[in-house]
Structure formats: C-alpha cells, structure tokens
C-alpha cells in the first residue's frame, strides 16, 4: 500500500466522548475472532465526481460473473499464496463454513486487493467491521453487501440495479477501488481515508476498530 499505510501511532488515540467511547470498545470487543458481532457501520460515504480509472474500474466489475483466478509466474510466490489462503481459510471457518464459499470468498479478496494495491489485512479487517463477513448485510441506511457499498454507487457506474452490490466480485471490487480512491484523495494516509470510507472523517472510532480487526488477518505472506 502506498503512503504511511498503518499509522498504528494513531490508532491509539484516546476517544474521551462517552458515545463514541462505547462504539469504539464495541468495536474492539467484537474484533476478536470469537465474536463478530459488530453492527453495519457504513453508511456514511459520500457521492462526489470519479476519475474516469474510478469509474472504469468498477464498471467492469458489474461485468464480471464469476471469482477471478489469481495467476502467478513465479512458483515461489504461488505457494505463499497458497499459504495465506490455507490460513485465511482455517481462521474464517467459523463464519463461512462452506468451503468452496469461503475459498472463491478469499481468492477474491486477495486479487481485488492486489489489483486495487491496498493491504489485504487490512481489507479483511474493514470486512469484518463493515458486515462481520456477511454477504447480504445491509445497513440502516441502505449500504449493502461485505464492504458495505452505498447505492448511489450503482446509480453512478451502472444501471442503478442496486440487487448487483450483492455479487461478490461486484461488491469487494467496489469497495476496494472506492477506498483506493479515497486514500489517493488523502494522499496515502489511511487513517483519513478510512474515515472517509465511513463517513467519519478526521475520528478516530472507525479507523482504530479496522486497525484492531485487521490484527486478525495478520500473516506473513499477505
């Protein structure tokens, strides 16, 4: 990832507003791999001009049916991929039991990732946060699917058929060419560009409950 990618200096920082206190220890409570029961946060992102490599990006996504295969030239890195999607899989058993799901589910994530050049850990832990790894999620204010996308989204790229923000290559691919944009937009500062993905710039409870969350996902070969 490009830019100061992590900031853990401000993921500490202390939240000394009561109500915002609790969303964070929430947060932070349910970060754990035992208990995901975070609410949908998102919601809060907001519609603005796109680059027109913003807007190409995601509608090709809405074009794409089937999970994309990562392809690899060198075996070496084949098998730390390899590596990370037998671990990834073993830590997400819980919440996705089907293999095959959760596989394409991973592979997925790891390729948009890629694509998009965003940290993958931290991706997974924004999932986590966003939809506790729930496909069909939706939030109070409508925001749909894994990485919790806005319907103005489709509106903007597609057809305005908001029923496509659940396939899951249209949705990880949307959200991570969103979050793209937006830490371009912050000039690689993460912490600003994911408050920003939630609508809450410049505070602290949403980054720091990624940053947490993310600590899950950490693995060597990522």
């Known amino acids: 990832m490009s830019g100061d990618a992590w900031r853990p200096e401000r993921a500490v920082e202390t939240v000394t507003d009561p109500g915002r206190r609790g969303l964070l220890l929430g947060a932070l409570a349910g970060s754990t791999l035992g208990g995901w029961s975070l609410p949908v946060l998102a919601g809060g992102q907001l519609e ?37 999607l037998a671990a ?62 806005m319907p103005f989204w489709s509106r903007l790229i597609g057809d305005g058929d908001v029923g496509r923000l659940f396939h899951m290559q249209t949705n990880i691919r949307f959200g991570c060419v969103i979050l793209r944009h937006y830490l371009d937009r912050e000039r690689g500062d993460t912490f600003m560009a994911l408050g920003r993905y939630n609508g809450s710039r410049g505070r602290s409870e949403y980054p720091n409950a990624v940053y947490a969350a993310a600590r899950n996902w950490a693995h060597s070969d990522a």
Do not use: C
Request: zero cysteines; a positive charge.
């Open 48 to 84: 603005e001009p796109l680059a027109d490599s913003v807007r190409t990006a995601l509608s090709a996504a809405i074009a794409n049916s089937a999970p994309p295969v990562p392809e690899f030239t060198e075996t070496d890195k084949r098998l730390a991929y390899l590596r990370w």
């Open 88 to 149: 990834m899989s073993d830590r997400l058993h819980r919440r996705k039991p089907d293999f095959q799901t959760r596989i394409e589910f991973l592979q997925t994530v790891w390729y948009e990732t890629r694509r998009a050049g965003l940290d993958t850990t931290l991706v997974l832990g924004l999932i986590q946060v966003e939809s506790a790894f729930r496909k069909f999620a939706i939030s109070r204010v409508g925001a749909r699917g894994y990485m919790q996308i």
